[in-house]
Every structure is written in C-alpha cells, then in structure tokens.
C-alpha cells in the first residue's frame, strides 16, 4: 500500500517541481503533465523491493533508500539528463537525493500509521 501513497507524492512533487521549474520533462506520460514514465515504473519497482527487503526496520529502509537514491540522483539523473528524457533548471543532484530521500520517509511513516490503524481496526 505504501505504493499508492508513493504514486500520489510524486505526482504532486512533479507538479510542484512543473510550476517551480526545477525540471522540464521531454518524454513524458501522454496523459499527465511533466511526469516521466520513471514514476510509475523504476521508482514504484525499487520502492516495493526497498519494503520487501526492510520492513519494518527503519534503519535498514533507510541505507536501503540511500543506496538507491545516491544512484538515482548521481548516476541516474545526468544519463536522464544527457538522454533528453528530462532538462533540469532549479534542481541539482544534491537537490534531487534530498527530495526523494524526504519521500522515502514520509512513504516509511505512511506505512507505519497504516498498518498501526488496520491493526487497531482488526482487534
């Protein structure tokens, strides 16, 4: 379930990040604005592996999530970059990995307050 919450964040990140200017995407999803197909592939594959292989450990989730975000923001990016998929303005790399590294853990507490209030429920 953190997926869904995941999906909804990053919409609006891209959203905000479309009035911000932070980026401007060349290849996106022909029926949303400025969001690449990265959102709802890579990102929403690499979260549900992040979860398969922590949770519910925070520690572990989290050098899980910046493992993979230091690849995103300084491997990925300038290849997304020099591919044309996205030209960035107002973000930087540094920029980048702060921004999903704050999704991570709002996604990780999402998670915990779901499964506490179904556990509540189930009693």
Do not use: C
């Amino acid at each position: 379930m953190a997926q869904i919450i995941m999906w909804l964040l990053l919409t609006v990140v891209f959203q905000i990040a479309e009035k911000l200017d932070w980026w401007i995407i060349k290849e996106n999803i022909f029926f949303l604005t400025n969001i690449t197909p990265f959102v709802y592939g890579a990102f929403l594959v690499g979260t549900m592996i992040i979860f398969y292989l922590s949770y519910p450990s925070f520690i572990i989730y989290m050098v899980l999530n910046i493992l993979f975000d230091l690849f995103q923001a300084f491997v990925m990016h300038p290849i997304f970059e020099w591919t044309k998929i996205y030209e960035v303005n107002h973000i930087n790399s540094i920029g980048l990995f702060f921004l999903m590294i704050s999704i991570a853990i709002i996604i990780y507490l999402y998670q915990k307050w779901k499964d506490e209030a179904f556990k509540d429920e189930v009693r």
